[in-house]
């Protein structure tokens, strides 16, 4: 059976087997990462020599740490998923579709292509969902296609050729961090880099000799000036973004262009710059959606009634829905743990006074001491269960437990 | 039990939805956070009480709400991340993840309890890309 990833649609580039995404072409990805590998063992090499003794041995050790968060960050931008919303399966597309008012010709013989907007309000604002014919979906809103990875992405921000892969919900942070820890490390670079042949030259008495001594300081310093006013530049850029809540897609578009539209507002804004700070760099970290490592179990066609040796054909059917949705019980556990012992205290905050009034659902889910606690009407557990199909059910449970895989970690 | 009808390619045919199988499509109203319609869809009418439905939705609704809330475990947790490198996601477990897990577990058991007795079942919402819930009609 295929893994999804070796059935992934897109124009994105799949590698580890499914555990990291990039974009086709990475040519200028490593430019980037030449430019910043090559001026570092420079400086650390050549520049560190002399200020590791005359100032301090913390110099060259503080260059390489920052080297190797700079580094962490951009390899995390660019082999990560930003966020890609997976295509939408064939029946659903089918359901979409047929809701949608297909082509026609009016009155005046003009032809009229389906039309595919929707419009939803989100917090006192009206938006247009568009449906995208490519991934067959409903695009969310903040979301947007990207025709070079041929992807949707989740609060698409840009498709960036410095870092090779798109910047979205998930590798923004990474991204950010990466502009922000680079400029700080040129910065860094810059500096050290002129202190070290200033010092050379108050050795030497002369600072063309002290030049042609160390010309691999000038080079550093040259490349480190000139990364300098576009890294942070575009650092100042997404600081601003991020503390207004907004994407690069939506500043270009001038979806929340306060001047253009003075009662426009952004439903999105967590209220003061600080907060939204917070929220998009340090918030939740959604998990790929594409679970690339897992089986392509034919989900674009419907689940067919199965009978089996002499159970009955609601026990096999059962047990065919299952298959599909207790694969996706140990999905989340990078380790090769059983879901049973899996703390779920985290989740306890969640209120639970959702009452409901049938007697069918179950008052707590077993073995969870504070996940969602469904009260019943009358407070009675659950009954009413398939008899046998319980069993087909556990055995397929227990079967899918015990057999967990490394997931994709990026 | 019918199967997916396909689709045609030439503009002017009909479209035809898949006759065992109805959807919940995510409900934007409050903003790109997690939540599915609770509205029930036609296809499930005479089935499943609308209630139940809209208990069950509530249930993994609120689940999911909770998931993309951002609480202090959760900015603490991405703040250790950050001053490692971001090389502690290799062994931690996120809360995100936390949440979807046990939202397969409450589709799990619904399944077992509530869409089984009806023989219905609910496809969790990750294995569809938190795109929408899918739920197979097992028997017309």
Same mark, same amino acid.
């Given at each position: ?162 870092? %090779? &892969? ?5 590798? #923004?942070?990474? /991204?950010?961090?990466?502009?922000? *820890? +680079? ?87 967590? %209220? &003061? ?5 917070? #929220?998009?760099? /340090?918030?939740?970290?959604?998990? *790929? +959606? ?121 | ?140």
């Amino acid at each position: 059976m295929p893994k999804r990833w070796e059935v992934y649609p897109g124009k994105s580039q799949v590698l580890c087997s499914g555990r990291c995404i990039s974009a086709k072409n990475l040519s200028v990805f490593y430019l980037t990462l030449a430019l910043i590998v090559i001026s570092s063992c420079l400086f650390l090499a050549f520049d560190c020599r002399l200020l590791a003794v005359t100032l301090s041995p913390s110099v060259p050790v503080l260059a390489a740490v920052q080297f190797i968060f700079v580094l962490c960050c951009l390899l995390r931008t660019t082999f990560s998923d930003p966020g890609i919303i997976p295509r939408g399966t064939p029946d659903e597309a089918a359901w979409i579709e047929s809701q949608l008012e297909g082509p026609q010709v009016d009155r005046d013989g003009n032809y009229r292509p389906p039309v595919r907007l929707k419009d939803v309000q989100i917090n006192g604002r009206v938006f247009k969902l568009k449906y995208c014919f490519t991934c067959k979906l409903w695009r969310p809103p903040r979301a947007s296609h990207c025709s070079t990875c041929d992807n949707c992405v989740d609060r698409f921000d840009h498709h960036c050729p410095w870092v %090779g &892969n798109c910047v979205g919900r998930r590798n #923004y942070r990474y /991204f950010y961090l990466f502009l922000i *820890s +680079l400029s700080v490390y040129c910065l860094y670079v810059m500096v050290f880099g002129i202190v070290n042949l200033v010092l050379l030259s108050n050795m030497r008495k002369d600072f063309l000799m002290a030049m042609k001594e160390s010309p691999t300081s000038v080079l550093t310093i040259l490349v480190a000036f000139f990364s300098i006013w576009s890294v942070v530049g575009l650092g100042g850029f997404h600081t601003m973004l991020i503390c207004r809540e907004t994407s690069t897609n939506e500043d270009i578009k001038g979806s929340f262009n306060q001047r253009r539209h003075p009662d426009l507002i952004n439903p999105f804004d967590q %209220g &003061n710059g600080l907060a939204n700070c917070c #929220y998009v760099l /340090f918030g939740p970290v959604t998990p *790929s +959606l594409l679970n690339f490592r897992e089986d392509e179990i034919g989900l674009g066609s419907s689940i067919s009634l199965v009978t089996n040796n002499g159970r009955n054909g609601t026990v096999s059917a059962a047990a065919a829905s299952t298959a599909v949705t207790a694969t996706p019980a140990v999905r989340y556990s990078n380790l090769t743990r059983n879901n049973n012992d899996a703390t779920s205290n985290s989740v306890g905050h969640v209120n639970n006074s959702v009452q409901v009034i049938s007697e069918s659902l179950p008052a707590q889910l077993p073995g969870d001491g504070n996940d969602v606690i469904v009260k019943n009407g009358n407070g009675a557990p659950a009954d009413g269960v398939i008899s046998g199909g319980t069993d087909a059910v556990g055995a397929q449970n227990s079967n899918t437990q015990s057999a967990s895989s490394v997931h994709c970690i990026v | 039990m019918s199967s997916s009808k396909p689709l045609p390619n030439s503009s002017s045919a009909t479209i035809l939805p898949p006759a065992n199988k109805a959807f919940v499509p995510r409900d934007y109203s409050h903003g790109t956070e997690l939540r599915f319609s609770t509205e029930l869809p036609a296809k499930l009418q005479g089935r499943i009480p609308e209630e139940v439905f809209t208990a069950v939705i509530g249930n993994i609704n609120q689940l999911l709400i909770a998931a993309e809330t951002g609480s202090a475990s959760v900015y603490l947790e991405s703040c250790f991340a950050c001053l490692t490198g971001y090389l502690a996601y290799i062994c931690m477990e996120t809360q995100y993840e936390k949440c979807l897990r046990s939202v397969s577990r409450l589709v799990e058991e619904y399944n077992r309890t509530v869409f089984g007795p009806r023989n219905l079942s609910m496809i969790d919402p990750s294995e569809r890309g938190l795109r929408v819930i899918e739920i197979v009609l097992l028997r017309p």
